[in-house]
């Protein structure tokens, strides 16, 4: 019995470093909107859950469009559902430094399609959580 306990306890002062992968998943978005729907709610809310209990992991959002509409908009409502998402990851008690956003307008569109229904592909916020953060940029240097 007590070398079973003296292993226990050599376990228990040991850290381990767990090696995190990316995660990466979209947040869609309805044409021309940047409303977060409710049915995301509950996998953000996880996503929360997780990057409070590991302060080391960063969440990147990216926003995107589609084709419709001009590039000026496109660009300003792929930054907003950036920030929709953001904010609403905050307001779950993220801390800012944690969240790094993004936005690419109708830039780097995923589908090629001639049909609307391709473009609900495009209307997007990519969120990727790491373990750190890979890239410098102004917001977290």
Do not use: W
Not at 14 to 43: C, R
């Amino acid at each position: 019995m007590a070398q079973i306990a003296s292993m226990d306890n050599a376990l228990e002062q040991t850290t381990f470093k767990q090696n995190v992968p990316e995660i990466e998943s979209n947040i869609q978005f309805k044409t021309a909107s940047y409303v977060l729907e409710k049915h995301y709610e509950s996998q953000l809310d996880l996503i929360a859950q997780t990057l409070q209990q590991n302060p080391k992991l960063s969440i990147t959002l990216s926003g995107f469009a589609d084709k419709r509409g001009d590039t000026t908009f496109n660009q300003a409502l792929s930054e907003q559902r950036a920030l929709t998402v953001k904010n609403y990851l905050i307001n779950k008690g993220i801390k800012e430094k944690q969240v790094i956003t993004n936005s690419f307008g109708e830039s780097e569109l995923v589908s090629a399609g001639e049909y609307f229904e391709d473009d609900f592909f495009d209307r997007r916020v990519m969120l990727k959580v790491s373990d750190g953060q890979t890239e410098m940029t102004a917001a977290n240097q």
